[in-house]
């Protein structure tokens, strides 16, 4: 797990600019399903028959990661920046990052912060927002920016890391949803050798950070019953967030119980009860771990995929996270490999006769 994860997180991949995600992607589910492709939004499926094939499911994670998007290249060649995604300002002065060209090269470049030695002290605690903030890559002039095939409207992200920290712990720059990723190859080998009744699709879905609408594309060609989602929850063991909620690195999976943006985007999820029934006593018999989280201000891909068709079935499911779109988040390898066969042995749950109606 923690070599799949590694690889994933030193992978750039901002929203809209999946595919050298998706392709990775793609080469680690080969081995493990009967087919996969990547569909015209650039969603990576894997497909894996199931004995009596009554029913489809769709298991998904998805590939993109937040960044930047160049708004302006300055004529001395400072780059502005605008936010692709929720990326929280206050950690943006003096970051690395990379940044893409038109043709896909990446080339690395600085957040630039005033000199702590010429800041006047009433400004020291002020967060500047993106917009106020200039990305340095070393060029003297736009001339060499555009040399480089950089123009406005190219991406960047969080210049790729990846840490070992200790008792199985590690951080990097988008653990955020490449764990979620990193989960969705484990399930396919699991799957793989243990062939469930229905056909699964587990996919790597595009434009998460975007716009959550990478999910509820890859539905329409699958149309599948029910979908899990796997994405991280919020964990509650640090010391801004001690008491506010249950979920802490270490003690397994996540199912979440709501979710609701509650900023703008009035959408949420309330969970398939069905399906977290499943999981629930598929917990329970097994003696697995599962840790609960609801929450106010965060989406999965579920809050749009669970309107498409008739009413897909879903459910969000996940692992804890710590300090969550910034460029040092933090898991517990355990806690996904706890997702995987929490979330393998439940689909295995799901025979010709489940019923995922409401009622």
């Known amino acids: ?24 992607l793609k080469q680690y589910l080969e081995p493990f399903c009967d087919k996969t492709s990547i569909d015209e939004m650039g969603n990576c499926v894997g497909f894996i028959q199931g004995k009596t ?42 970051l690395k990052v990379s940044v893409r060209n038109e043709s896909g090269e990446w080339f690395p470049g600085v957040i630039g912060v005033k000199s702590h030695h010429a800041e006047a002290a009433e400004d020291k605690y002020i967060v500047a927002p993106v917009t106020s903030l200039l990305l340095d890559m070393g060029a003297t002039c736009m001339k060499k920016i555009h040399n480089l095939g950089i123009y406005t409207g190219c991406p960047a992200v969080y210049e790729p890391s990846f840490t070992e920290l200790r008792e199985n712990r590690v951080a990097g720059t988008s653990v955020d949803n490449r764990g979620g990723c990193a989960v969705l190859v484990k399930l396919a080998e699991f ?4 062939r469930p009744e229905s ?5 790597g879905t595009v434009w998460e950070e975007f716009n959550l609408q990478g999910a509820a594309l890859a539905s329409r060609n699958i149309k599948p019953d029910a979908a899990i989602s796997l994405d991280v929850t919020l964990s509650g063991d640090t010391r801004d967030l001690s008491g506010r909620y249950d979920t802490a ?42 840790q609960r989280f609801a929450s106010i201000g965060m989406l999965t891909d579920a809050a749009y995929m669970q309107l498409e068709g008739r009413g897909t079935a879903c ?13 040092v988040e933090v898991c517990d ?27």
């Not at 690889?7 to 050298?20: I, K």
């Open 1 to 24: 797990m923690i070599e799949i994860l590694q690889d994933f997180c030193l992978t750039r991949a901002p929203s809209g600019y999946e595919r050298e995600m998706a392709y990775k």
């Open 53 to 94: 094939r009554r029913k489809t499911i769709m298991v998904f994670a998805h590939m993109d990661q937040l960044g930047f998007i160049v708004r302006r290249v300055e004529p001395d060649g400072y780059l502005q920046v605008d936010r692709l995604g929720g990326v929280p300002e206050k950690v943006l002065p003096g």
């Open 191 to 194: 799957l793989n050798d243990n």
């Open 199 to 203: 056909d699964i699709h587990v996919v």
């Open 249 to 290: 690195l270490g003690k397994g999976a996540c199912v979440q119980l709501y979710s609701f943006h509650g900023r703008g985007t009035l959408n949420g999820t309330l969970p398939n009860g069905p399906l977290f029934e499943l999981v629930r006593n598929t917990a329970d018999a097994l003696g697995l771990p599962l």
């Open 315 to 327: 459910l969000e499911m996940g692992f804890p996270a710590r300090y969550t779109h910034s460029p």
């Open 333 to 359: 390898i355990g806690d996904l490999n706890a997702l995987a066969t929490l979330c393998g042995e439940s689909v295995l749950r799901i025979g010709d006769d489940f019923d995922f109606s409401r009622y």
